[in-house]
Nanobody, 120 residues
Framework: QVQLVESGGGLVQAGGSLRLSCAASGRTSSIYRMGWFRQAPGKEREFVAAINYRGVTTFYAGSVKGRFTISRDTAKNSVYLQMASLKPEDTAIYYC?????????????WGQGTQVTVSS
């Protein structure tokens, strides 16, 4: 089992920045990749970014590429999402997720989410 806890959400003005954190615990040695997803009201959950937990390969959705940066600190069992140039359409609940195998899109564990609200 892997437990994930997100933090760092909040209210920010358009153009501002925010940094989300995700702390992992439990069988962290089994994690292959970690990702960030988001779900806006009335919309489906969508992929934001991912990073191979013990490598440097990163993946981004087109809508956030160049504005968001995903990073990880395996010593702290944590993954971060640095968000810059935020837009009102970035408003959503952001979820951290972990998968244990190199299977794109298949995430085994999810956090509870943290709210990000971007005001115009």
């Amino acid at each position: 089992q892997v437990q994930l806890v997100e933090s760092g959400g909040g209210l920010v003005q358009a153009g501002g920045s925010l940094r989300l954190s995700c702390a992992a615990s439990g069988r962290t040695s089994s994690i292959y990749r970690m990702g960030w997803f988001r779900q806006a009201p009335g919309k489906e959950r969508e992929f934001v970014a991912a990073i191979n937990y013990r490598g440097v390969t990163t993946f981004y959705a087109g809508s956030v590429k160049g504005r968001f940066t995903i990073s990880r600190d395996t010593a702290k069992n944590s993954v971060y999402l640095q968000m810059a140039s935020l837009k009102p359409e970035d408003t959503a609940i952001y979820y951290c997720a972990a998968n244990l195998q190199d299977v794109p899109g298949k995430y085994d564990y999810w956090g509870q989410g943290t709210q990000v609200t971007v005001s115009s």
